[in-house]
């Protein structure tokens, strides 16, 4: 099996996310706390980034300094509750701790949801400030005391991607009844960056009424003290894959294994027999732990493995296990344990500060579960410099009727993987290039300094943050437009890899024409994404989409075509690779940015880690359901065409030797074509 990772990224480990001010406030929660007076806040910031704690010290002001009455923090699942538990916040500088009576953590008290309903009733009726609970106990409070009993407070929602705009999602629903009647404070929280995966979580006029507090990965990795380089990597596998797994599973890292889904291509649909098959991997069982529940593995050097199995069933045992991997007095002890086997659990919320590998086998079917299941692997620890998540994928096997099902989910994979390198890379700021372009302070313009004869790229390492400028670039006008360039790239970008004609032709089409993909599909998806954008912002935002995604996808293949020479010093491949390019090229512009395929360093990686003959298959099916072109891109084609008759002085030519050129000329010619049938009938 093939060891290629899609991405690695270097951090500089400078120590700044992890310092705390005169407030006992890191940098994330600094940035949240300046944003307390807002009434809808969203905080959109990486797992272990301070997000409870950042909610406490806005609470706290909200409570005593701008007159809400109580507080009520909503979590997804019990076990999330703890993340709210009591903090003595004065310890550290701050002027009020953070307290919760023990019988308003009903994510602690005993009982169904009944009760527990009842219990937030009482709540509201009382003079205590916070309450914790779960969302489904706030869904049905809601729908038992209404809306207008929860005027005058606030309502923070953890893990914000499970609500949903769909009418079916209740809490969606609810929280947009609280908006609508504008008597509440929101602050809504989370750690992934695509809102719920196919849906949004919130309609866009609830939406705009938000204000963001963005927190990127970068700036959490970047500002570690120990964490210096994150890989990223899909390997594939034929057969079943407990015989393969000891090829990407390193029994001397810290590990959380995801075995998959029973109902997935993957799973044996035998979870208990799979566990042991990977135990059996391991070395020999020595027994188990009275303590913990754990099992011990005695491997082949000697060594006694610690393993954590979280599939098993059995109420009793799994009870065991999970109190104690939860124990407190264990938190920073490395040796506890070394292995977790988990199906549904050890996903979002968990915490094991040791972990270094988090190995998911399967597809995983939503991008917000994987960037959760990174986040497992990315804490800051002593001593733990590395870390990687790796999805381990079945081959498509051509032979077998699910090969429809197979070659969607390597595609799915190769788009989180994609996507990830967008959401850990800095941040892009784009400006166009023209006489008047200055650097701009604070930015490292690399060895030569600012060229005021060329487009340049200026990074600014404390921020994590690009400055590039572009040649022909349209600039957002529209405040909402420029929120988007500024705040939104991702969400663009996630909706066009995640589009299946576009993925499939970007990596199999051997026709194809880039900006086929890069104007023409980007240009639909920004359209249905933004349909009250007018037709430049519109235009505005996909190019600096496409602009993001080329210049990760340049940086990345000179990155992993110029050689390791060792220890790379901090990030610098990813941002070296983005100024080579622009070095290289007679000058960056968005023509140039266009005609790259956004794919094609993707389809490199795929050829190294997966089988020529299954890569010939996988190509042969994907090639067999070409289209024709459709009346909806022909319109596309030809407005793009119009365009190049505005600064062009004529139509494009069908007989052009530039591929785009032609095609545009192809959608006219098609356009054409119809018009004559339809009026010759």
């Known amino acids: 099996m093939a060891q290629v990772p899609s991405v690695s990224v270097k951090y500089a480990a400078n120590g700044s996310s992890t310092k705390s001010n005169e407030l006992g406030m890191r940098a994330m929660q600094e940035r949240a706390y300046a944003k307390r007076g807002e009434q809808y806040l969203l905080i959109k910031s990486p797992p272990a980034s301070g997000k409870s704690r950042a909610l406490m010290f806005i609470a706290l002001d909200k409570l ?29 500088g701050f002027w009020a701790d953070w307290t919760v009576q023990p019988q308003w953590n009903l994510c602690n008290a005993p009982g169904g949801d009944d009760g527990k309903v009842g219990a937030v009733g009482k709540f509201l009726a009382s003079d205590d400030h916070v309450l914790v609970c779960t969302h489904a106990t706030f869904r049905f409070a809601v729908d038992k005391f209404g809306i207008e009993a929860f005027d005058d407070r606030l309502i923070a929602v953890d893990e914000f991607h499970h609500v949903s705009a769909n009418p079916d999602n209740k809490l969606g629903m609810h929280l947009g009844a609280l908006v609508a009647r504008d008597k509440v404070h929101l602050v809504a929280m989370t750690g992934s960056y695509f809102r719920g995966d196919a849906e949004a979580v919130l309609s866009p006029e609830d939406e705009a009424r938000f204000d963001t507090v963005t927190y990127t990965y970068y700036e959490q990795l970047n500002g570690y003290r120990y964490l210096k380089s994150l890989d990223i990597g899909y390997f594939f596998y034929s057969g079943s894959y407990a015989d393969d797994i000891l090829k990407v599973l390193d029994p001397t890292e810290k590990t959380i294994l995801h075995i998959p889904n029973v109902n997935s291509r993957e799973s044996t649909k035998d979870k208990h027999r799979e566990v042991e098959h990977i135990i059996d991997a391991l070395g020999d069982w020595q027994g188990t732990d009275p303590a913990t529940g754990f099992q011990l593995v005695k491997t082949p050097v000697g060594r006694v493995l610690r393993i954590a199995d ?10 065991k296990v999970s109190a104690a991997l939860k124990d407190s007095a264990q938190k920073n ?34 991008l917000t579960e994987i960037v959760q299941i990174i986040g497992r692997a990315t804490r800051d620890a002593e001593g733990k410099t590395r870390a990687r998540f790796t999805n381990l994928i079945a081959e498509p096997d051509a032979a077998a009727e699910a090969v429809t099902e197979a070659i969607n989910d390597t595609l799915k994979a190769i788009a989180a993987s994609l996507l990830m390198e967008q959401v850990l890379a800095p941040r892009f700021n784009f400006t166009p290039k023209s006489a008047q372009s200055v650097p701009v302070e604070g930015f490292d313009y690399g060895e030569g300094g600012y060229d005021p004869a060329k487009e ?3 990074f600014n390492e404390s921020s994590g943050q690009f400055q590039i400028e572009i040649k022909g670039l349209v600039e957002p006008k529209s405040k909402e437009a420029k929120r988007i360039c500024q705040d939104d790239l991702n969400e663009v970008i996630t909706a066009f890899v995640q589009d299946k004609t576009t993925i499939e032709r ?5 026709e194809l024409v880039p900006e086929e ?7 639909k998806i920004v359209g249905a994404r933004f349909p009250e954008l007018d037709a430049e912002d519109q235009e505005a935002v996909r190019q600096h989409a496409v602009a993001a995604l080329n210049l990760t996808q340049k940086a990345k293949e000179i990155a992993l075509t110029g050689g390791d020479d060792g220890e790379v010093s901090a990030n610098t491949a990813l941002i070296d690779g983005v100024r080579k390019f622009a070095m290289d090229v007679r000058e960056l512009d968005i023509d140039l940015i266009d005609r790259i395929n956004p794919f094609g360093e993707a389809y490199a990686i795929l050829a190294k880690t997966m089988s020529e003959e299954s890569l010939r298959q996988v190509a042969a099916v994907i090639s067999a359901k070409k289209v024709q072109l459709t009346p909806e891109e022909a319109r596309a084609l030809a407005k793009r065409a119009a365009a190049f008759k505005q600064e062009r002085g004529r139509l494009p030519s ?3 030797a530039d591929p785009w050129e032609k095609k545009m000329a192809e959608g006219v010619a098609y356009l054409v074509r119809m018009k004559q049938e339809a009026a010759n009938g």
């Open 64 to 92: 005593h300094n701008q007159g809400l009455r109580q507080a009520i923090v909503v979590v997804p699942e019990k076990s999330i509750g703890s993340s709210f538990n009591d903090e003595p916040l004065s310890k550290h």
């Open 310 to 319: 979280l599939v098993d069933d059995e109420p009793v045992k799994r009870d």
């Open 333 to 366: 002890n490395r040796d506890h344990v070394d292995i977790i086997i988990a199906l549904g659990m050890a996903k979002e919320g968990f915490d094991w500060i040791w972990c270094e590998h988090a190995l998911t086998v399967g597809y995983r079917a939503s």
């Open 456 to 458: 340049n790229v200026g």
């Open 506 to 510: 970007g990596l199999f089409d051997d």
């Open 517 to 523: 993909l890069t104007q023409v599909r980007m240009g």
């Open 654 to 656: 069908i007989t052009s």
